[in-house]
């Protein structure tokens, strides 16, 4: 799948176009739902904050969100263990906007630099990575990510030069 051709994303005025959506930006979205780079989520409260059930975190509070359960909240992501590319291939459908890889979307918080910078860059590392033959992770243990505070922050791996055919 990764040596097939597709143009990459669209960038106008500094962002992505509206509706800009690949099998690499899914990909990318679902690996960090089943694994994700921050496992919580911390927020401070800058004034009292009314939520579900009549609950109420006052203002001052910290809240931690726990990226790792609500990626398998089966209300948000239907098949929650099942990985899914769909609608590039069959699987559980996603609605995008339940996603956490860039924080919650929605509420004055989005990330400013999803759609002009971090995707695009994601999508093209993608990319550089499918075109190196061989790429395979180290063995052994100093093949193990990188972690920086429970963060992954390196993938060791190496490749060869000689074209692997693929599978007749």
Known sequence: ILGEPEP???ISNGKMKAGAYSWISQ????????????????RHSEADN????????????????????ANLDEAA???????SLYPFMPGPERN??????FGAAGGGRDCWGRDRLALYLLDQFIRA???LDGLQKVAGPGG?????FEVTVGLPARFSKRRIAPPA
């Open 77 to 83: 992501f239907p098949e929650p263990r099942e990985f």
């Open 96 to 101: 995008r906007s339940n996603y956490l890889m």
């Open 129 to 131: 990575a499918a075109r």
């Open 8 to 10: 990459p994303m669209v």
């Open 144 to 148: 193990d990510p990188l972690k920086l």
């Open 50 to 69: 009314a939520i579900d059930r009549g609950l109420t975190i006052p203002k001052g509070h910290w809240v931690g969100a726990m990226a790792v359960c």
């Open 27 to 42: 990909l990318l979205y679902e690996v960090d739902r089943i694994n994700p780079s921050f496992k919580v989520f911390l």
